[in-house]
């Protein structure tokens, strides 16, 4: 069949991630409790699910080997469940986090310039996190702040960038917000 | 047991109440192809390789997945559906990195028959040339993420008939693929069985044998039903 | 409404919604209340014998001037803009009557007052939000003092369900989820299946970009809400029931919870529900970022703990849903429309709006306009009256270029068609979609290939991937539209562009993947010469 096409490089070949750490799984008494103040329900995963993260930032493979067992669902329904949803994180957190709104009101108020500004001066692309962990750019699809369009999250705390159209400007407010500078910028 | 009559393609055909457009189909000697659906596994609906029309109806059916009801007329070939059909196979070999020539399920792939059933010699649209891994820590079988069509009939078979649940999809929409366990090694996760459904039901060759190389699979497609009658109705296929 | 008429003892209605939240609401109220201690305490007991009530209360429409505070008195209400925390003591002194200078002279407050008469506000007729904006949303006493649930308790004293579903039949109401499907039919159809457990479910996922009608309604007066879906359940016959709502509305999810927790107190949820037999447990379960789960076969599988993958229909959920069971699923609007129905009746109701889209419809206007906000109209008003009239076009003044409507599932329509009623009809006869409610208004600097691409590479990320158009075909228009904005496509992108839209059209399993296109397709259709006009030079 003239289907054909080249097998990625070996090198290239994506690693798997390895099995949870052989750590205490059902060891955690918070989660234990959660868990059974929700009712064991298996229905109830995804609320489960959002409380560990609140707990961990983040939901580590142990942890949800503990919610797996607790809630007698196999482990690839709950990492099914956990890797569907866009916000539930599978690694630790960036320290500080940015992200930016390309819902349609920002886009059209230039929530793209913002985005690309942002991309340049973190060095990196969207829904991307730093080797460093320090910072990671996101990118959000309307929150609904749409009356201060384009807009942007800095750390949780939301913010209105109306200068998108003065890139100088646009920079100097990037860096008082505490935004490092990229390579690219200077 | 009551019966409904209707037409397909021209023909007048009688099934039992309850039966799919498919089992229709096919009791008229006519075939539409399928991908996900599996006979023994819940249907899904996923390829959409078998959509038909429906007269008096502006929304294509899914065979696999719609139960037949009395007086309906269908068409399972037309020019549209042609059209559509090619389409569809195209942009299951786009997505994914099919190799026909060194698979192991060279000559056996139920994609390789659908693209010849369907006239696709090449693909419109450009391949995307993922970067998907191979997990071959399972002592008998492997998994070739390359050749996966996420036609989910491993995670069913798993789940509906042997009740290991190994299987199961990650993540969304392109990104989905195929995971065992907590995103593990196949051959870590101990609730697998090693029964071999999973390789036995898989379409092309992304799940198959460790002995067996190119063009060597030999897939057993027809177990899942027969296993589900045996288990259901008491009925053996020796 | 915003405007209320004269009251004798004046008072402030500051908005504390998502919108003006993150305007600077938050700041401003505290330094409102401050200033109006501060006030009752050196007016002394003679002067100021009644304290100032600052009340916070749900959506005052025009978002994009917020944090908006509305002044009631003797001379009717006062709307203000924008205004900061430094502002409070001098508009507070305005409201006592002891400031020293006139208020069109207060340098603290020139220029922020907002005209209440301007169209804007005029042509709203509030139905939905009748209450929002006015009642307290944490304060299910005030909510009750505004008639909140007194509905509930005629209907479940003196009408059967039947004689509820007959007048929601009546109402013409369809459903303001985005399909359109009417919703006495839909009642009727969970009410008549056999015998057995039921479900009642609002989908309060509001994922298109650019909509926030039903977050103003959680947000603003979730009392409403909460009745609306008590009578749906008790129509049906469900005793249990889900509010799902986007993890993104964080403000909402509280109040709702506020809400339903209140109303279990006041013995208006639970079981014996007014001193009826009438029992309905109502939860609140919460997404976790998947635009998909707005599907509502997705969101039955996400309340249930799944993946939030869509199904094949039928069975309906109005036949099988929840745990098998038949399950009826409203939006919040929807749902939010019934109290009103109940009270005119069905019939006060459909004859507001037009032939085939009765009553009125909640749009959210944003992007390149003027007054950014919540507009509530009859159906069937002109597109040019909500965003030229209403709107007030372009903020700099040049010409509107198009209005996109229906979100990532919808399409543009261009200005010289803005003589189109607003109903689901015209919409869908111009290749649009009245969707959610969602309105973003294109400036003449907008190319459209660049809106089609922006949108299809959100149903990209939104994608569930079960099928396989959807899940690939979309990721093929995005390269195909990439080659669009880049300026370097061919005549045969054009035609795999067309093709490949008509097929994921047509063969998607879910509304996701059945309306990717239609951004592409009513772009094309409008505005095809840009896509020409984008075609590389080797073609
Ligand atoms: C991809 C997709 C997203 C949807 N998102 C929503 C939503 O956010 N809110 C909503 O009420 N309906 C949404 N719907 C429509 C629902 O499936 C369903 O039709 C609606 O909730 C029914 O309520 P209604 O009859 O009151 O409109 C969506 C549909 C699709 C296909
Ligand atoms: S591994 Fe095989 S059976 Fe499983 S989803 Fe992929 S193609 Fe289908
Ligand atoms: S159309 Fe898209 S979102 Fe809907 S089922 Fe198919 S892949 Fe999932
Ligand atoms: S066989 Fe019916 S959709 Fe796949």
């Known amino acids: 069949m003239s289907a054909a096409t080249p097998v990625p490089a070996p090198g290239a070949v994506p690693q798997l991630h390895p099995q949870p750490g052989p750590g205490p799984c059902d060891g955690d008494e918070r989660i234990a409790r959660l868990i059974r103040r929700q009712g064991c329900q298996g229905d109830g995963l995804i609320e489960v699910l959002h409380q560990v993260q609140e707990i961990h930032g983040y939901l580590p493979k142990p942890a949800l080997l503990q919610v797996a067992r607790a809630l007698r669902l196999p482990l690839s329904r709950v990492y099914g469940v956990a890797s569907f949803y866009h916000l539930f994180r599978l690694q630790a957190p960036a320290t500080h986090r940015c992200a930016v709104c390309l819902g349609t009101a920002c886009f059209v108020r230039g929530g793209g310039r913002l985005a690309a500004g942002l991309q340049r001066r973190l060095g990196l692309a969207l829904n991307q996190t730093r080797d460093d962990g320090a910072w990671a750019l996101e990118q959000l699809s309307c929150i609904g702040a749409c009356g201060q369009a384009p807009v942007l999250v800095l750390d949780g705390v939301l913010f209105s960038a109306p200068l998108v159209d003065q890139p100088k400007a646009l920079d100097r407010w990037l860096t008082s917000l505490g935004l490092p500078a990229g390579v690219e910028t200077r | 047991m009551s019966v409904i009559t209707l037409q397909v393609d021209g023909r007048d055909v009688a099934v039992p109440a309850g039966s799919t457009l498919l089992q229709a189909i096919r009791a008229a000697g006519l075939s539409v192809p399928t991908l996900c659906d599996l006979e023994g596994l819940e249907p899904v609906g996923a390829c959409r390789l078998c959509l038909v029309e429906l007269e008096g109806s502006q929304r294509l059916l899914p065979a696999c997945a719609s139960e037949a009801s009395e007086g309906q007329v269908i068409r399972t070939d037309t020019a549209q559906l042609q059209g559509y059909r090619r389409m569809a196979v195209e942009l299951f070999f786009a997505e994914g990195n099919h190799v026909c020539a060194f698979c192991v399920a060279n000559g056996t792939c139920e994609l390789q028959d659908v693209a010849v059933a369907v006239g696709m010699d090449h693909s419109r649209f450009p391949y995307q040339y993922p970067q998907r891994a191979v997990d071959a820590s399972h002592p008998r079988f492997s998994l070739d993420h390359n050749r996966c069509i996420l036609c989910t009939r491993c995670v069913r078979v798993c789940d509906q008939i042997e009740g290991a649940h190994v299987w199961d999809v990650a993540e969304r929409g392109s990104d989905c693929r195929i995971v065992a366990g907590l995103d593990q090694h196949w051959g870590e996760v101990d609730a697998c069985t090693s029964c071999g459904k999973c390789v036995d039901v898989c379409p092309t060759g992304a799940l198959y044998a460790k002995e067996d190389t190119t063009a060597e699979k030999h897939p057993h497609p027809e177990r899942a039903g027969q296993l589900r009658r045996a288990r259901e109705q008491r009925q053996w296929t020796p | ?539």
Not at chain 3, 58 to 67: A, D, S, Y
Not at chain 3, 322 to 337: F, H, K, R, S
Request: aromatic fraction near 6%.
């Open chain 3, 1 to 539: 409404m915003v405007a209320l008429p004269p009251c004798e003892r004046p008072r402030l209605r500051c908005c504390a919604a998502s919108g003006c939240r993150s305007a600077g609401a938050g700041p401003l109220l505290a330094a409102l209340r401050a200033a109006a201690a501060a006030g009752d305490i050196s007016a002394g007991a003679s002067a100021a014998p009644e304290p100032l009530e600052v009340r916070s209360v749900g959506c005052l429409r025009l978002c994009g001037e917020g944090p908006l505070l509305a002044w009631d008195g003797p001379e009717g209400t006062r709307l203000f803009g924008g205004l900061t925390p430094a502002a409070a003591a001098a508009l507070v002194a305005q409201v006592r009557g002891v400031a020293p200078i006139p208020l069109a002279a207060d340098p603290a407050l020139a220029g922020h007052q907002l005209d209440l008469e301007q169209p804007f506000f005029r042509l709203q007729r509030p139905l939905v939000l009748e209450g929002c904006g006015i009642v307290d949303p944490e304060c299910i006493e005030d909510a009750l003092a505004h008639g909140s649930y007194a509905q509930l308790r005629r209907v479940l004293h003196e009408l059967s369900p039947e004689q509820v579903r007959e007048q929601v039949r009546r109402s013409g109401l369809r459903g303001r989820g985005g399909g359109g499907y009417p919703t006495g039919l839909k009642w009727d159809t969970v009410a008549l299946q056999p015998p057995g457990r039921r479900y009642v479910v609002c989908n309060a996922d509001e994922g298109d970009p650019g909509a926030f009608m039903d977050r103003s309604v959680l947000e603003g007066d979730p009392h409403r809400l909460l009745e609306g879906m008590a009578i749906a359940a008790y129509a049906v016959g469900a005793d249990h029931g889900y509010l799902y709502v986007r993890a993104e509305y964080p403000l909402a999810i509280e109040r709702l919870r506020l809400a339903l927790q209140q109303a279990r107190q006041q013995g208006l949820l639970g079981s014996s529900i007014a001193g009826t037999a009438f029992a309905l447990e109502l939860e609140v379960r919460v997404g976790a970022g998947a635009y998909v789960c707005g599907e509502e076969t997705a969101l039955l599988h996400s309340i249930q703990g799944q993946r939030g993958i869509p199904r094949t229909r039928p069975p309906y959920p109005a036949q099988a849903g929840l745990w098998g069971a038949p399950t009826l699923i409203n939006n919040v609007e929807t749902l939010a429309a019934v109290p009103v129905i109940l009270r005119q009746g069905g019939d006060w109701y459909a004859a507001i709006g037009s032939e085939g889209s009765r009553g009125t419809k909640v749009f959210s206007l944003s992007g390149a306009i003027r007054h950014t906000g919540l507009v509530e109209v009859p159906m069937g008003t002109s597109l040019r009256t909500v965003v030229e009239t209403m709107g007030g076009g372009d903020p700099d003044g040049g010409a509107v270029k198009a209005v996109q409507t229906g979100g990532p599932s919808g399409g543009c329509i261009p200005a010289a068609l803005f003589d189109t009623p607003v109903d689901f009809e015209s919409l869908l006869a111009l290749g649009s979609m009245m969707g959610s409610g969602g309105m973003v208004v294109m400036g003449q600097g907008t190319a459209m290939p660049e809106v089609a691409r922006h949108f299809m590479a959100f149903s990209v990320n939104e994608s569930c991937g079960k099928c396989v158009p959807c899940r690939a075909g979309t990721v093929q228009l995005l390269a195909l539209l990439d080659r669009f904005v880049a300026q370097r496509a061919t005549a045969a992108d054009l035609e795999a562009l067309e093709a490949l839209c008509t097929m994921v059209k047509a063969t998607s399993l879910c509304g996701l993947g059945q309306a990717a296109p239609n951004p592409v397709l009513s772009t094309l259709r409008h505005f095809r010469q840009e896509y020409i006009a984008a075609l590389g030079p080797g073609s």
